[in-house]
């Protein structure tokens, strides 16, 4: 019989079939079309700010320095962990709450979900939100994919752990070998409120070192962002703050009754 990778052509086919009817890649995951048609999903958030993300961590090599650059900076971000980096690493995954930023999930590990079946999705999900909370004493409620790739399996299983799955809007292309604070800063373009900042506080799936360009890029990233009048977020507030009624225009001045004439 054919063989396909040393399986049975027959079985090989049924089990294509299967893993692709769990798989298919039901969104794209790129380019403005997403953040038009599904602004939700591309974590548009509130128009008077941008949230600031990173994903790939914690790693006790380069995730300090992130927070120390954020803490001179002021501002607070949302970190899209790792569960097994998570698990390698509890007390720095504590340290990133404990600096007032917020913690989510990037997965168990950093495995495509394209061809992973929904059993194995939602394990890997409960597992990954499990290991974050213990160490972080914080509970994830948002998910995105390894590599922004949406299934079947990835949004069911997310919905499963209870987990919202938000992508981003724009990204630094910082983990490319030919990235640069520059181009990290031209492919971010001008900041626009609304917008779901993708960085990488870890190297550990691109380029060896590629997290020194994204720290040098971070202070400009956050003065073009206060240049333009945006707040800097983390992304659940920055989604939060987006379905809150707008504040109502202020009353005009109370018109109370005359004040009775005075007789002389
Ligand atoms: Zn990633």
Same mark, same amino acid.
């Given at each position: 019989?054919?063989?396909?990778?040393?399986?049975?052509?027959?079985?090989?086919?049924?089990?294509?079939?299967?893993?692709?009817?769990?798989?298919? /890649?039901?969104?794209?995951?790129?380019?403005?079309?997403?953040?038009?048609?599904?602004?939700?999903?591309?974590?548009?958030?509130?128009?008077?700010?941008v949230a600031l993300t990173f994903d790939d961590g914690p790693d006790p090599v380069s995730t300090p320095a992130f927070l120390d650059a954020l803490d001179a900076l002021s501002v607070r971000a949302t970190f899209f962990l790792l569960g097994t980096l998570v698990a390698r690493a509890p007390s720095l995954t504590a340290?990133?709450?404990?600096?007032?930023? %917020?913690?989510?999930?990037?997965?168990?590990?950093?495995?495509?979900?394209?061809? *992973?079946?929904?059993?194995?999705?939602?394990?890997?999900?409960?597992?990954?939100?499990?290991?974050?909370?213990?160490?972080?004493?914080?509970?994830?409620?948002?998910?995105?994919?390894?590599?922004?790739?949406?299934?079947?399996?990835?949004?069911?299983?997310? *919905?499963?752990?209870?987990?919202?799955?938000?992508?981003?809007?724009?990204?630094?292309?910082?983990?490319?070998?030919?990235?640069?604070? %520059?181009?990290?800063?031209?492919?971010?373009? %001008?900041? *626009?409120?609304?917008?779901?900042?993708?960085?990488?506080?870890?190297?550990? #799936?691109?380029? /060896?070192?590629?997290?020194? #360009?994204?720290?040098?890029?971070?202070?400009?990233?956050? %003065?073009?962002?206060?240049?333009?009048?945006?707040?800097? *977020?983390?992304?659940?507030?920055?989604?939060?703050?987006?379905?809150?009624?707008?504040?109502?225009?202020?009353?005009?001045?109370?018109?109370?009754?005359?004040?009775?004439?005075?007789?002389?």
């Amino acid at each position: 019989m054919r063989q396909v990778l040393g399986i049975p052509a027959g079985a090989a086919i049924a089990t294509a079939v299967v893993a692709a009817s769990h798989s298919a /890649p039901v969104v794209t995951t790129w380019g403005q079309v997403r953040n038009r048609v599904l602004p939700r999903l591309a974590g548009v958030g509130a128009r008077d700010g941008v949230a600031l993300t990173f994903d790939d961590g914690p790693d006790p090599v380069s995730t300090p320095a992130f927070l120390d650059a954020l803490d001179a900076l002021s501002v607070r971000a949302t970190f899209f962990l790792l569960g097994t980096l998570v698990a390698r690493a509890p007390s720095l995954t504590a340290e990133i709450t404990a600096a007032g930023h %917020e913690v989510a999930v990037h997965g168990w590990d950093h495995r495509s979900m394209l061809l *992973r079946l929904p059993p194995a999705a939602l394990d890997g999900l409960r597992r990954a939100r499990d290991v974050i909370t213990a160490a972080s004493g914080a509970t994830p409620t948002m998910y995105r994919p390894p590599f922004g790739q949406l299934s079947v399996s990835a949004l069911a299983g997310a *919905r499963g752990a209870g987990l919202q799955t938000v992508l981003w809007t724009v990204w630094g292309a910082d983990w490319a070998a030919s990235a640069t604070p %520059e181009s990290v800063l031209h492919e971010l373009g %001008e900041p *626009r409120g609304g917008a779901t900042i993708l960085l990488h506080d870890s190297d550990c #799936t691109s380029t /060896p070192g590629s997290w020194r #360009t994204t720290l040098a890029a971070l202070p400009r990233v956050v %003065e073009q962002c206060a240049a333009a009048g945006l707040a800097v *977020r983390p992304l659940g507030e920055h989604l939060h703050q987006a379905m809150m009624p707008p504040v109502p225009p202020p009353l005009p001045a109370t018109v109370g009754p005359p004040a009775p004439s005075v007789i002389p």
